[in-house]
């Protein structure tokens, strides 16, 4: 899979435009991914925070992607885990994923997220079931 | 906090406001919130299968304002976990959310995600810190 | 799977031997499991807390013989999530898993851990995947 | 902290005593540690593999002592998340932590366990409370 394979495929769901994920690198063990900012996304505005739940999208649908950019096989998420390290202020945010381990059952990606200052907002991974 | 308080609450938050989120509940250990459907929510078009990534921000705000309306204090959710169970089809869903502690530093609620046909889709829980 | 047919499995394991695991009670969708105190499993001798890893163990191995003692397939763990509420004190620790969901190829259980006062010490949940 | 030093304080824990376990290494921003094997660790003796709690046990206290080797601050695990990706055969394991975020009021490690083969078997993270 090439990175404009990679866009494609992230494109079909409708959830992935209205954020207008964008895909930027393919790795040998990963891939990267930006998601730019827009005011819906806010969870307080006071601090003008992007939502933990959009963070939690990132983590999830990153690595599944990651998985299957690298060759394994998904057809869905069984299980997700994030821990969350500081405060997401408005810009965009880059989200990289690396593969754990692709099984024959389940795969497994770990995940980051950085803001623009490349500070660590949060970090997770996701448990994938192989089709079949 | 009543029910209008809640949905208040909720409403701060434009990310909610876009997901339209109607509080209907509140229990002495706990809340309920409605999603209606729309779709933007859809990550497989074939399946018309709602994210996971929306279903996991169901779970992580649920919890925080479940903890919030039982008299908790929470500034930010620090470990969210989700478990997928099935394929979420079109049509609102309703999430539920049970405290499961409510401590001086931390606080957890454990929240469940149902279709329409009361059909348990995912479930899961986060850990929130409390203010101070 | 009645609770003598329950004990005979959970004896297979020599760590659940040392252990000294009882099996108390078969519900429609779960089981209880007593875990007798030795000194071995202090983490912090000044507090004489039970070690997390113990807790953890606990978690695990109680949801999988609670799929098992209500028809569920399981071969292994592929998931475990524990959080920790309480210092664990000395004293037998009671056990509490119920099924959240058996799936043809994953189940998943969740677990509490209670103290001799009834005091929540622990609560989890385990992905097990299912055999073939 | 240097090695001797995180030998001592893991040998406070009568369980690391049991478990047998041999820090040999401090990273700038983590920690190896050896569990020899013993046949109290079997899950499944017909697989003689080493038992999941284990496994979760040596993620949840290697990542508390990567923090306090590497200057953090911990009190308590409060969330442990573990994902299995092989059977542990018998023999030697080793574990490796790293720091992914040492905080004012929480911190998280990273673990990985491998096999003499260096065979990942698990890998997880733990959320752990600061003192104060």
């Given at each position: 899979m090439n990175l404009e394979q990679l866009q494609k495929s992230l494109d079909i769901s409708p959830f992935h435009c209205w954020l207008g994920l964008q895909a930027t690198s393919i790795f040998e063990d990963g891939i990267e991914i930006i998601l730019p900012w827009r005011e819906?996304?806010?969870?307080n505005p006071a601090l003008q925070s992007t939502h933990g739940g959009i963070l939690a999208s990132l983590i999830d649908l990153s690595g599944l992607y990651a998985i299957l950019a690298c060759g394994g096989s998904v057809t869905a998420t069984t299980d997700l885990h994030v821990d969350y390290h500081r405060t997401a202020i408005p810009g965009p945010l880059t989200v990289r994923s690396k593969i754990v381990k692709i099984g024959r059952k389940t795969s497994t990606a770990a995940t980051e997220v950085f803001d623009g200052n490349n500070k660590l907002l949060a970090s997770g991974r996701g448990l994938y079931l192989a089709a079949g």
């Open positions: 819906e996304l806010v969870s």
